[in-house]
């Protein structure tokens, strides 16, 4: 089986940070992608950030110069650093693992549980 425990988020006033972590567990074989989405209420689910194995970032446009995404292949881990926050940043965020296991050698998808950020004064 596989794990994924995610944590950070919060109510944080405008123009603050944030900083949400995500980690994998279990039995895995391999890591591929990792990434950040967000679905704010009433809207689709969209994605905020990825990174590949080899650590290289690419963001939306509307969190580019804000939002940093990082990620630890030795933790299986994956971090959402998020600065100067905005209203429109309010969502809640999903981590998403792209992952062979090492029990049936498949490559599937996984999710966290969503996180709350709520950006608001």
């Known amino acids: 089986q596989v794990h994924v425990a995610e944590s950070g988020g919060g109510l944080v006033q405008p123009g603050g940070s944030l900083r949400l972590s995500c980690r994998v567990s279990?039995?895995?074989?391999?890591?591929?992608?990792m990434a950040w989405y967000r679905q704010a209420p009433g809207k689709e689910r969209e994605l905020v950030a990825t990174i590949t194995r080899r650590g290289v970032p690419n963001n939306a446009d509307s969190v580019k110069g804000r939002f940093t995404i990082s990620r630890d292949n030795a933790l299986n881990a994956v971090n959402l650093e998020m600065n100067n926050l905005k209203g429109e940043d309010t969502a809640t965020y999903y981590c998403?693992?792209?992952?062979?296991?090492?029990?049936?050698?498949?490559?599937?998808?996984?999710w966290g549980q969503g996180t709350q950020v709520i950006v608001s004064s």
């Open positions: 279990g039995s895995i074989a391999n890591v591929s992608t």
């Open positions: 998403y693992f792209q992952i062979r296991d090492s029990y049936y050698w498949r490559w599937n998808d996984y």
